[in-house]
């Protein structure tokens, strides 16, 4: 039995009353406590009717009774107060390190079936998610608030990514948005080499000359490592030539040209690309940087991420290789992925910062966007109900990678509801 479910079954009394001790004790539970996730015992503060005696003190939950020796309870201080022992098997008798021999509950024999099963089935389940099978008898309202708490917590975890940024470039919030727009323009196979060039770039050069659109792409394929005094172009080696004079002068250091990854991309996604749609970025945007700050309205955010890249990269995806002539604009679909996974979570960890009343700013952003479209998104939108908006895309992503995939099934409101929704 996982120690874990025993743990749930206690907090939200799962088990046939009435309860009794293994020598006999009748036990009224008037409080399960409050359940410890750190050091100590599992429960604080419970309150237990032990035949006509009412005892306040903890609860420790064990599978096996023998596990408190294993543990070393019996030398723990923090383990004296404890007023109850609560096993799934209770193959021996436990005494605290002051000789007291603690009551001891063997819960298998009170556990409810329904319950019990149910969380099996779940845990030994090959789907796709471990609910897969039973999702459709879950309340709609209790999903919807599983998916609020998952999108907080998911802007949450972004908001400490950025934080750590921040407190990486101290306190410089431009270069902090900067970084996570590099990012994002790099999507999640160029990422990492994204944020080196950033990193590597300080972001006073980029709205120093965010005028001039050739300077700007000089400056960052130049950092990037992709410019060569071998090119056949006249436009690649003008840009060779401009970041030439800027790395003299700013000292600059370059990014070797190993780090960037072209295999397995569509081109429209190749690094030369993007690199070249951030250079138009950052020419069209320099004068409202600090407005993305401030979680502006989606039309100013996809009219800020609407882009094409400079007329040279309409006939060629790398330097000196032509290709068939198209635009190179920012699709909807990048356009969004972009604002998800940069502008959004630097305004949260800034409004967190500077004015926390306005935080319900950025959920409700989400909400009015359209749903992300990836395989995760399709397979929930066959088996619950649809997603209908970038919240509830997001708050997916987390519940599956966070809850679904680790099993956290007693972490998870929809895990509660099915365990708790019978007791038979």
């Not at 120093?208 to 050739?214: E, F, G, I, S, Y």
């Not at 960890?349 to 359209?370: F, G, V, W």
């Amino acid at each position: 039995m996982n120690e874990n479910f025993l743990a749930f079954i206690w907090k939200y009394r799962l088990y046939d009353p009435p309860l009794f001790t293994v020598d006999g004790q009748k036990i009224e539970v008037l409080s399960p406590g409050t359940e410890n996730h750190d050091s100590g015992p599992d429960f604080f503060n419970a309150r237990i009717r032990l035949d006509d005696m009412i005892w306040v003190g903890n609860v420790e939950i064990h599978n096996v009774a023998s596990d408190w020796y294993i543990h070393r309870h019996q030398f723990d201080p923090a383990f004296n107060n404890t007023v109850l022992h609560v096993v799934y098997t209770g193959d021996q008798p436990v005494e605290t390190s002051v000789g007291y021999t603690v009551p001891q509950v063997e819960l298998r024999n009170y556990v409810a079936r329904a319950p019990a099963e149910t969380y099996r089935r779940m845990m030994e389940a090959l789907r796709w998610i471990p609910c897969e099978h039973l999702l459709a008898s879950v309340p709609t309202i209790k999903i919807e608030k599983m998916l609020e708490r998952c999108l907080l917590e998911r802007l949450e975890e972004k908001m400490h990514y950025v934080s750590d940024v921040l407190s990486r470039w101290n306190g410089a919030w431009m270069q902090t948005l900067f970084i996570m727009l590099a990012r994002a323009f790099g999507s999640t196979v160029n990422a990492t080499a994204f944020e080196l060039l950033a990193q590597a770039t300080p972001v006073s050069l980029i709205l120093k000359n965010a005028d001039h659109l050739q300077t700007l792409e000089a400056l960052l394929f130049g950092q990037a490592g992709m410019l060569s005094s071998q090119f056949r172009d006249p436009y690649p080696q003008a840009l060779y030539y401009e970041y030439q004079y800027l790395k003299h002068k700013y000292d600059l250091h370059t990014l070797p040209y190993s780090c960037w990854k072209f295999m397995r991309i569509r081109p429209s996604g190749f690094p030369t690309v993007r690199i070249a749609q951030m250079a138009a970025f950052f020419n069209r945007n320099c004068h409202r940087l600090s407005a993305f700050l401030h979680a502006p309205d989606e039309t100013l955010l996809f009219d800020a991420f609407n882009l094409q890249a400079s007329e040279y990269w309409t006939s060629h995806l790398k330097f000196d290789v032509a290709s068939t002539p198209v635009l190179k604009k920012t699709g909807p679909d990048t356009v969004q992925s972009i604002i998800i996974n940069s502008v959004i979570p630097v305004a949260f960890a800034y409004l967190q910062h500077a004015n926390p009343a306005k935080l319900s700013k950025i959920p409700d952003l989400l909400y009015r966007m359209h749903p992300e479209k990836n395989k995760i998104i399709r397979k929930w939108n066959a088996i619950a109900p649809a997603v209908t908006s970038a919240g509830h895309s997001q708050a997916v992503l987390q519940l599956k990678s966070s809850y679904c995939d680790e099993k956290r099934c007693l972490d998870c409101m929809i895990g509660y509801a099915l365990l708790t929704q019978q007791r038979v």
